[in-house]
Every structure is written in C-alpha cells, then in structure tokens.
C-alpha cells in the first residue's frame, strides 16, 4: 500500500504563490508518474499536472503560472503556484502511480485565494 500526504496549502492573496507538496510512502514498488488535480466547490475534479521520469506536461489552464517537480529521491512531488487567482480556490489532491498498483490519492489540502 502506497500512502500519499499533501502539505501547503493556505490562505494566499490574489496574485501571490504558494507551493504544495506531495509525499509517496516508499516500497519496493516503483512510482513512474506523480500528479495533481483540484476541485472547487460545485465542481468536478480536474486535470492539473503530471511528471514523470521523461516528461512534464500541463492543463492548459495553468501553463506559465504552476510548475511540477519531483525529488525522486524523497519520493516527493511539488506543485509551485504563482500568480494565483480566486478562481484557483479549491482542494488541490495530489496522487501517485506505482508499478502494479492502482492510483494511490491523497487526503487534500484546500487552497484559497482571497483578498
């Protein structure tokens, strides 16, 4: 079983950053892709962003403001967000894809913007 835990969240003021990250447990099992989705109120979840070992890519909302990385060697992915606007207020999971595992989610953190 693979736990994923996700920290930063906060109260930030419209244009300003905040950055999350997102711990794996380790096991003996591989992680190949880390990613994060959010999801407002009313709202489905959606898309934000996955790394893996040879790519990063985006939703096309966000592109230029939030960037993912990864610490392979803490098991350890990160969401850098800048810019923030009010509509990026949500609860923002982070999730990670271990070999023959299924997807492995995490509990939330809430993110809002709001002067």
């Known amino acids: 079983q693979v736990q994923v835990v996700e920290s930063g969240g906060g109260l930030v003021q419209p244009g300003g950053s905040l950055r999350l990250s997102c711990a794996a447990s380790?096991?003996?099992?591989?992680?190949?892709?880390m990613g994060w989705y959010r999801q407002a109120p009313g709202k489905q979840r959606e898309w934000i962003a996955t790394?893996?070992?040879?790519?990063?890519n985006y939703a096309n909302f966000v592109k230029g403001r939030f960037t993912i990385s990864r610490d392979n060697a803490k098991n350890t992915a990160y969401l850098q967000m800048n810019s923030l606007k009010p509509e990026d207020t949500a609860v923002f999971y982070c999730?990670?894809?271990?070999?023959?595992?299924?997807?492995?989610w995490g509990q939330g953190t809430q993110v809002t913007v709001s002067s």
């Open positions: 999730y990670a894809d271990k070999t023959g595992l299924p997807r492995q």
């Open positions: 380790k096991s003996s099992n591989s992680i190949y892709a």
């Open positions: 790394i893996t070992s040879a790519s990063t």
